[in-house]
Structure formats: structure tokens, C-alpha cells
Nanobody, 117 residues
Framework: VQLQASGGGLVQAGGSLRLSCEAH????????MGWYRQAPGKQRELVAF????????YADSVKGRFTISRDNTKNAAVYLEMNSLKPEDTAVYYC???????????WGPGTLVTVSS
């Protein structure tokens, strides 16, 4: 299984970006898909995830600004709509897929989001 992420880039504070992540390969069943991020010099942080039952989780730092969604027409695709971006949102964003069963998570290569002040 390979995850392909896109949508990162440079944006001014207050702007918006939309991250996309699509999984390719044999995926039988999914617990959840979501996004982590890692800013320079900081630990990786869970940003948001969405379960197969479409329950969602958001880190407090992004609640009300970010929205995670899935594409039900695709096997495994997840999106992160990021609004009202702040310089502190600058980080490499990593998509992940948590499969059902005793299997490890799959990770995408990361996409850089830079928010200028």
C-alpha cells in the first residue's frame, strides 16, 4: 500500500490550503485515515483523523479551522481543508492509514505547508 499526498505549499497567514491523500494498493478494511504534522524542532503531532464510521478527531490547536473528510467514491482518500492558517501551522504534514487487524499503519512521504506572517 502506498499513500500519495499533495496540496502543500506556501500561503500567507489567514489563507487556506487543501491537502489530499490517496491510498493505492490492496486495502481490505480501514479503521481510520488522518494527518500528523511535524514542525522544525518539535515532536510529531496528531492533527486530525476520520474513522470508517466518519467520526472525527481534531487537535485543539486546529479545531474550528481545519476540516477532515473522506471521499466515499474512492477506496481510501482523505482530505484536510485548512482555513485561517497561522504561522504556527507551518510543518511537514504526513498522511496515514490505520488498517483493521493487527497491521502496522501506512504513512505517506509528507507534504510541506509553510505559512508566512
Amino acid at each position: 500500500v502506498q499513500l500519495q499526498a499533495s496540496g502543500g505549499g506556501l500561503v500567507q497567514a489567514g489563507g487556506s490550503l487543501r491537502l489530499s491523500c490517496e491510498a493505492h494498493g490492496s486495502i481490505f478494511s480501514i479503521n481510520a485515515m488522518g494527518w500528523y504534522r511535524q514542525a522544525p524542532g518539535k515532536q510529531r503531532e496528531l492533527v486530525a483523523f476520520i474513522t470508517s464510521e466518519t467520526s472525527t478527531y481534531y487537535a485543539d490547536s486546529v479545531k474550528g479551522r481545519f476540516t477532515i473528510s473522506r471521499d466515499n467514491t474512492k477506496n481510501a482518500a482523505v482530505y484536510l481543508e485548512m482555513n485561517s492558517l497561522k504561522p504556527e501551522d507551518t510543518a511537514v504534514y504526513y498522511c496515514y492509514l490505520d488498517p483493521k487487524g493487527n497491521l502496522p499503519d501506512y504513512w505517506g512521504p509528507g507534504t510541506l505547508v509553510t505559512v508566512s506572517s
